[in-house]
Nanobody
Framework: QVQLVESGGGLVQPGGSLKLSCAASGTIFSINAMGWFRQTPGKQRELVATITSGGATNYADSVKGRFTISRDNAKNTVFLQMNSLKPEDTAVYYC??????????????????WGQGTQVTVSS
């Protein structure tokens, strides 16, 4: 079983910064892409940023130039540095990981896992 545990959310004023972390644990063979998504009430979950195991990144247009995604492969952890935060960034942020595990027959199984979510509120 694999778990993703997020931390780092909270309340920040407009223009401020926060850094989110998400650590994956469990019987992991490898982690492929990792990412951050966010969701507000009544809206669909939307992509914020993704990063491959090789470090290639992708960002939503709304966060380009303000957010930076990174990862520590040795610690199975993904980060999201959020700068110049705006009220419209307020949401529950979820991390996501495409994880490969091995079963008892040494077959590789790929599964997408989600964290429990962490609230980010940008308000004065």
């Amino acid at each position: 079983q694999v778990q993703l545990v997020e931390s780092g959310g909270g309340l920040v004023q407009p223009g401020g910064s926060l850094k989110l972390s998400c650590a994956a644990s469990g019987t992991i063979f490898s982690i492929n892409a990792m990412g951050w998504f966010r969701q507000t009430p009544g809206k669909q979950r939307e992509l914020v940023a993704t990063i491959t195991s090789g470090g290639a990144t992708n960002y939503a247009d709304s966060v380009k130039g303000r957010f930076t995604i990174s990862r520590d492969n040795a610690k199975n952890t993904v980060f999201l540095q959020m700068n110049s935060l705006k009220p419209e960034d307020t949401a529950v942020y979820y991390c996501n990981a495409d994880v490969s595990t091995r079963d008892g027959w040494f077959r590789t199984i790929r599964t997408t896992y989600w964290g429990q979510g962490t609230q980010v509120t940008v308000s004065s």
